[in-house]
């Protein structure tokens, strides 16, 4: 019973003199594969200096990306540069990776909903004013009323006269500065 021609089918399973076989993928799955983890490297080129210090590399991995943010993009080296990256992350657990970049962008959505919050509330205050004001203090109660007050007549003002909308934007620095260090 040692041919494995004659292998019983109801032992395969128990035998261990057959290796494991791997799961088959095509082609075309490599290639996503590939497109996929291309992209991720394109997503560490676009990165600002302060972003790529917090994602995990080696250093081999750091250098290329190093290289390809300084190759002029519209040369043919930036997309070979890129297909570079994709082939060393090949042989790399992004898992580490991924999680920096979902952090990111997570805290970019965040950042994005709290300056939205900032923008209504100033909104809410040059348009309603005192009804506005007492519902920010209501949350907010290290705002000054009275500051409040004055940008919510200065922006009046400035919108009678079609005047840049100076105080507008002011209050919403003031804001911004009392509001998102509570946070």
């Known amino acids: 019973m040692n041919d494995p021609s004659q292998h019983d089918d109801a032992n395969w399973d128990n035998d261990d003199s057959y290796p494991e076989h791997d799961e088959f993928v095509s082609k075309s799955e490599l290639k996503r ?7 991720v490297g394109e997503q560490l080129v676009n990165l ?13 991995l750091a250098d290329a ?3 390809a943010r300084r190759i002029n993009r ?13 082939k060393l992350m090949r042989s790399r657990d992004l898992t580490p ?11 970019h959505q ?3 909903a709290r300056f939205h919050q900032l923008e209504k ?17 209501d949350e907010h109660p290290s705002l000054e009323r009275q500051k409040l007050r004055q940008f919510h007549r200065s922006i009046i003002k400035e919108r009678s006269k079609n005047a840049p909308p100076k105080a507008y934007r002011e209050l919403f620095q003031y804001l911004k500065e009392h509001m998102l260090d509570q946070d």
């Open 33 to 39: 594969l590939s497109a996929l983890r291309q992209q």
């Open 48 to 60: 600002s200096d302060a972003h790529i210090k917090t994602i995990p590399m080696d250093d081999e």
């Open 65 to 67: 990306v190093t290289l």
């Open 74 to 86: 519209k040369k043919d080296g930036f997309r070979r540069q890129l297909q570079f990256i994709g």
């Open 97 to 107: 990776i991924e999680e920096a970049l979902a952090k990111l962008q997570h805290q």
């Open 110 to 112: 965040a950042q994005n």
């Open 121 to 137: 509330t100033r909104d809410a205050i040059a348009d309603r004013g005192d009804d506005a004001i007492q519902e920010v203090l």
